[in-house]
C-alpha cells in the first residue's frame, strides 16, 4: 500500500494485518516509555485545511510515539480564497522534502487528487463527504476487541449519513469483514442513490430505528449539524432527537453489552443522549486509544521501509 | 480570392466543384485565376454554427481569447459562433456587444456574435438593456445569462415578453438553484451519493425546461432551451414542440452539447476535474435519449458550450474547481463518434442550418449553391482523429477528450470566401 486514500485500497488482509499491528501498538501504549524508534528520520506533516481536533492530535502523537518528526500545517480557509491552487500548496509543502502527508481536507476527492500530484505516501484524514478510512478501521478495531470477528454480526448504524465521511468508510469496512449492516436515517438524509448502493453492496436500509436496535450487535451513531435545518433536512433538533435519537427509553431496546460508538464531538441530547454516551457499554473513549494504534499502525505500514520484521 | 473547391461530395452525395468569387459567394462558374482547393474524397457541409462559445475576452484572456476562440472554431468546422455574455464586464451593454462582435471582426476567422445577458450583470433582478443591444452593429438577437439561471419567474416572464418587439429569443440555463446547495458539481445519483459529492438532481433542470415552454406559450415567444442533459428535459420538449407546432404562435428550440451526447457521470470517479461541467454529465440513459431526441428533431442543434479555463482554476479540489470543458475543435469528431448513422444532412441540419435560423443569423447555415455567401467546411470521412491537448488553438487545456480517437477529420474550413483552415491546420 503506496497511500490510505479510501477503505478500498485495502484488502481484506490488509486491514487484519493492520489490525494485528494495531494491538501491538496498543500495548505500546501501556508501557512507561511510549517512544518506538521505527520512524526515525521520517517526516510527516499533518496538512488539515479543516478543524479537528481529536484527528490532528491523534495523527500527531501517533507519529511522534513512532519517533517521526510531525510538523502540523494548519491550511484553513480554501486556497482559492488565496488565490493559490490546491496543487500550488501541498507542492510547496511536499518541496520541503515530506515522507507522509496526513490530509484532512472539506472537499470530498481532495486526497486522491493530492496523491496523484505528490511523491509522499497520503494518507486521507478526511476528505468532505467522501471517507474518513482511519476512523472506519478504528470503528472496527474497537468493536472486534469486543465481539471478537464480525462475521455475522449486526451492526447499526444510525444519523445522517448524506454527511458523512465516517459512514461511507465504515459501510465499506464492515462489510468486508463480513458484518450484517443497517444503516437508519430520515430520507432526506439518506445519500441520493442509496438503494441501488445498498442492493449492490448488501446492507440494508431503515427509516425506523427502533426496529432495528433490538436485532443489533452494535450501535454506531453519527453525528447530526443542528444547522441542517436551514437545508430543510428536518424541521428541528427536538423532532430528531423524538425520530432517530439514541436516546435513554431506547438503550433498553438494545441487547445487554451491545457496544455504543460514536465518532465525536458527540452532540450530546441530539443524536444521543448523555445517559447513552456515558453508558458502561459506550464504547466512545476507548475508539480515541484504539484511534492512536491504528493510525500508528497505518504511518508504520506506510513509511517504515521494511514491515515485515515486525515492531519489537 | 477567388477559390475553386474540387471534387467535393455536397452533404455527401453528389460530387461537383464549388466556385467561389472575389467576394466571397458562391458562383456558377469558375471564376479566372482562382486558387484550388483540393476537396477530393471530402464532404462539403455549409461552414458550422455554434449557438454557445466561451470566449471569455474581455476579462479572462488568460483562458481564452476572442482571437484564439476563433482559431480554434476554424479548426474545428465553424464559420459562426456566439459569443456568452458571462465576461467581465459581462456583455450587457450595446458598447461591451460592439465590442466583441469588433473584436470578432478583427480577428476575421468566424463570425463572432454576441450573446446579450438577459439581466444587468448576470443578477437576475433587472432587464439588461435588450433593445439597444439590439439596436447596436452587433445586432444581438439572441440574450442569455448563461452559467446562471434566469430563476424569477416574473424576470424571466418579461424578457420573453420584452424580445418579442424585435423577433429576439431568450436561451436559458435551465437549472432551478434552489433545488442544489451551492457546493453542487455534479449529477445527483447513485454515484454522487458514493463518491460524497453534492449534486443537482436532473429534476433541477427540468422543472425550469417546464415553467419556461409555459410561459413561452403565454407570451407567445421564443424560449430556447440550452445544453438540455436529461431524458425529462426531452419528454417536456416533446410536448412543449407539439403544442407550439400546433398553436404557431410561440416557439421552442433546444440544444445538446456534444459532450452530453458521449460522456457519461461514471468518468468522475477519479474525481478529475476535468469533467466538471454545468449541466453536470449524466448516467447513460439519459445520453440514450439525448441523442434519440436529436435524431427525431426533438432537439435541434449541438452547441458546444466551449468553455476554456485556466489551469490553475482547474487543478483545486472538485467541488471548488471551475465548470466546464473544451469543445469547439472536436465537437463534429465527437457528433460523428457519438451518432455515426447520422446523415450529412442531418449533421448539417444540427450543425449549422438550424442553429443560424436559431440565431437569426441569414448569412450563415445557407445551401451550397450560387448566391450563398461561402461559409464552407470539407470533411474527411472516414479519417479519425487522436485529440492531442496540446495541439489545440485554445490557449486553455481542460480537454476532456485527450487521448481518445474522434471519428472524421476537419481537413480545410473556408469563411466568406477565405481559406481559414488548410488540410487541417490554421491557413
Known amino acids: 500500500m503506496k497511500h490510505l486514500l479510501s477503505i478500498d485500497d485495502l484488502s481484506t488482509d490488509e486491514i487484519h494485518q493492520l489490525f494485528e499491528t494495531a494491538a501491538d501498538m496498543h500495548d505500546v501504549q501501556s508501557r512507561e516509555v511510549k517512544k518506538l524508534p521505527a520512524l526515525r ?11 479537528s481536533t481529536r484527528t490532528r492530535s491523534s495523527f500527531e502523537i501517533a507519529g511522534k510515539w513512532l519517533s517521526a518528526d510531525v510538523i502540523n500545517v494548519s491550511a484553513k480557509g480554501s486556497s482559492t480564497s488565496k488565490g493559490e491552487s490546491l496543487r500550488d500548496t501541498v507542492l510547496t509543502v511536499c518541496a520541503m522534502g515530506v515522507d507522509g502527508l496526513v490530509i484532512r481536507h472539506p472537499a470530498s476527492g481532495a486526497a486522491v487528487q493530492v496523491s496523484q500530484w505528490v511523491d509522499a505516501a497520503v494518507v486521507n484524514a478526511g476528505d468532505g ?35 458523512s465521511r465516517v459512514f461511507r468508510s465504515n459501510i465499506q469496512c ?139 | 480570392m477567388s477559390l475553386v473547391i474540387k471534387g467535393a461530395s455536397l452533404l455527401g452525395e453528389q460530387t461537383r466543384d464549388l466556385y467561389v468569387d472575389d467576394a466571397g459567394v458562391l458562383v456558377d462558374e469558375a471564376p479566372a485565376g482562382a486558387e484550388t482547393v483540393d476537396a477530393d474524397g ?21 483562458a481564452e481569447t476572442i482571437l484564439t476562440g476563433s482559431q480554434a472554431a476554424a479548426l474545428g468546422g465553424y464559420t459562426a459562433v456566439l459569443a456568452m455574455a ?66 424569477d419567474a416574473r424576470v424571466m416572464r418579461r424578457a420573453l415578453e420584452y424580445v418579442k418587439a424585435f423577433g429576439g429569443v431568450v436561451s436559458q440555463h435551465s437549472q432551478d438553484p434552489t433545488l442544489a446547495g451551492p457546493a453542487a458539481c455534479c449529477h445527483e445519483g447513485e454515484l454522487s451519493g458514493r463518491l460524497g459529492l453534492p449534486g443537482w438532481p436532473g429534476i433541477a433542470e427540468e422543472v425550469i425546461v417546464a415553467r419556461d415552454v409555459m410561459l413561452a406559450r403565454h407570451t407567445g415567444s421564443r424560449v430556447h432551451v440550452a445544453h438540455v442533459s436529461t431524458a425529462g428535459s426531452v419528454d417536456v420538449l416533446r410536448w412543449a414542440k407539439a403544442q407550439a407546432q400546433r398553436d404557431g404562435t410561440w416557439e421552442v428550440t433546444a440544444e445538446v452539447t456534444p459532450h452530453h451526447l458521449l460522456l457519461t457521470t461514471d468518468l468522475l470517479t477519479g474525481y478529475d476535474p476535468t469533467y466538471k461541467v454545468n449541466p453536470p454529465l449524466r448516467p447513460q440513459e439519459d445520453v440514450d435519449a439525448l441523442r434519440a431526441a436529436l435524431v427525431d428533431g426533438t432537439i435541434d442543434a449541438v452547441a458546444t458550450d466551449h468553455a476554456p479555463h485556466a489551469r490553475h482554476d482547474k487543478e483545486h479540489a472538485f467541488v ?83 487521448g481518445r480517437s474522434l471519428s472524421s477529420r476537419v481537413v480545410h474550413t473556408v469563411y466568406a470566401g477565405r481559406v481559414t483552415v488548410r488540410d487541417g491546420a490554421l491557413a
Not at chain 1, 510527516?44 to 478543524?51: A, S
Not at chain 1, 508504520?300 to 514491515?307: E, F, I, K, Q, V
Open chain 1, 41 to 51: 528520520g521520517r517526516t510527516v506533516v499533518n496538512m488539515f485545511f479543516e478543524d
Open chain 1, 129 to 163: 463527504m467522501h471517507e474518513h478510512p482511519t476512523q472506519a478501521l478504528l470503528d472496527a478495531y474497537t468493536l472486534q476487541r469486543h465481539l471478537g470477528s464480525l462475521e455475522g454480526r449486526h451492526v447499526a448504524i444510525i444519523g445522517d449519513l448524506a454527511h
Open chain 1, 174 to 312: 464492515l462489510t468486508r469483514l463480513g458484518a450484517r449492516v443497517t444503516v437508519v436515517a430520515p430520507p432526506t438524509l439518506m445519500p441520493s442513490g442509496i438503494g441501488a448502493w445498498s442492493a449492490a453492496a448488501g446492507f440494508e436500509t431503515s427509516y425506523d430505528i427502533d426496529s432495528v436496535l433490538p436485532d443489533a450487535d452494535a450501535v454506531m451513531m453519527l453525528r447530526v449539524q443542528r444547522e441542517r435545518m436551514s437545508g430543510a433536512f428536518f424541521p428541528s433538533p427536538r423532532e430528531y432527537t423524538v425520530g432517530y435519537g439514541l436516546t435513554r427509553n431506547r438503550l433498553a431496546l438494545l441487547k445487554p453489552d451491545v457496544p455504543i460508538c460514536h465518532p465525536g464531538p458527540m452532540n450530546r441530547g441530539l443524536e444521543i443522549a448523555a445517559d447513552a454516551a456515558d453508558a458502561a457499554q459506550s464504547v466512545v473513549l476507548e475508539q480515541v486509544s484504539s484511534g492512536l494504534a491504528i493510525r500508528m499502525a497505518v504511518l508504520y505500514h506506510l513509511l517504515a521501509g521494511d514491515t515485515r520484521g515486525g515492531i519489537a
Open chain 2, 42 to 62: 471530402l464532404v462539403a457541409l455549409p461552414g458550422l454554427v455554434d449557438l454557445h462559445t466561451h470566449l471569455r475576452e474581455p476579462g479572462r484572456e488568460d
Open chain 2, 86 to 151: 458571462n465576461t467581465s464586464p459581462v456583455t450587457d451593454t450595446a458598447e461591451a456587444a460592439t465590442r466583441v462582435w469588433e473584436l470578432g471582426r478583427e480577428a476575421g476567422l468566424v463570425h463572432v456574435q454576441p450573446v446579450g445577458a438577459v439581466t444587468r450583470g448576470l443578477a437576475g433582478e433587472e432587464l439588461a438593456e435588450l433593445g439597444l443591444m439590439h439596436r447596436s452593429r452587433a445586432a444581438v438577437k439572441v440574450f442569455s445569462d448563461d452559467g446562471k439561471c434566469v430563476h
Open chain 2, 320 to 402: 471548488d474547481a471551475a465548470f466546464g470543458m473544451l469543445g469547439i475543435e472536436t465537437a463534429l469528431g465527437v457528433v460523428r463518434t457519438a451518432l455515426p448513422d447520422l446523415s450529412w444532412t442531418d449533421v448539417a441540419r444540427v450543425m449549422s442550418t438550424t442553429p443560424a435560423r436559431i440565431a437569426g443569423l441569414a448569412e450563415q447555415g445557407r445551401p451550397l449553391e450560387p448566391g450563398s455567401p461561402a461559409h464552407v467546411v470539407l470533411v474527411d470521412p472516414t479519417a479519425s482523429v487522436t485529440v492531442d491537448r496540446d495541439a489545440s488553438a485554445s490557449l486553455s487545456r481542460n480537454n476532456p477528450w485527450h
